[in-house]
């Protein structure tokens, strides 16, 4: 079982930068890929970024791509997503998920494949 909390988010001017953290519980978490996934007011959650459990791999959803980096501490538990040159449209809730090996690429990519979740942190990005 893991449990995973995020913070980090909150209100920032387009062209600022964020910094998102998620902690998790969970003696295996080191075996863990994980991902963030954001969620705009009317929007499906749709997939950000994902890291695998040694930190080596890393991908990113063509709309952050550049702006974005995730990366991860397994001695803490945690799991970070930096955030630069903000835009307006990345305005969203921010979840952090865990997904349980085996994996593939796709799989980091797929909503539906993550076994478990945070409960999410707003960011807002003004104009």
């Known amino acids: 079982q893991v449990q995973l909390v995020e913070s980090g988010g909150g209100l920032v001017q387009a062209g600022g930068s964020l910094r998102l953290s998620c902690a998790a519980s969970g003696r295996t978490f080191s075996s863990y890929a994980m991902g963030w996934f954001r969620q705009a007011p009317g929007k499906e959650r749709e997939f950000v970024a994902a890291?695998?459990?040694?930190?080596?791999?890393?991908y990113y959803a063509d709309s952050v791509k550049g702006r974005f980096t995730i990366s991860r501490d397994n001695a803490k538990n945690t799991v970070y997503l930096q955030m630069y040159s903000l835009k307006p449209k990345d305005t969203a809730v921010y979840y952090c998920?865990?997904?349980?090996?085996?994996?593939?690429?796709?799989?980091?990519?797929?909503?539906?494949?993550?076994?478990?979740w945070g409960q999410g942190t707003q960011v807002t990005v003004s104009s």
């Open positions: 998920a865990a997904v349980e090996p085996p994996f593939t690429t796709e799989t980091l990519k797929r909503r539906a494949d993550y076994d478990y």
């Open positions: 890291i695998r459990w040694s930190g080596a791999s890393t």
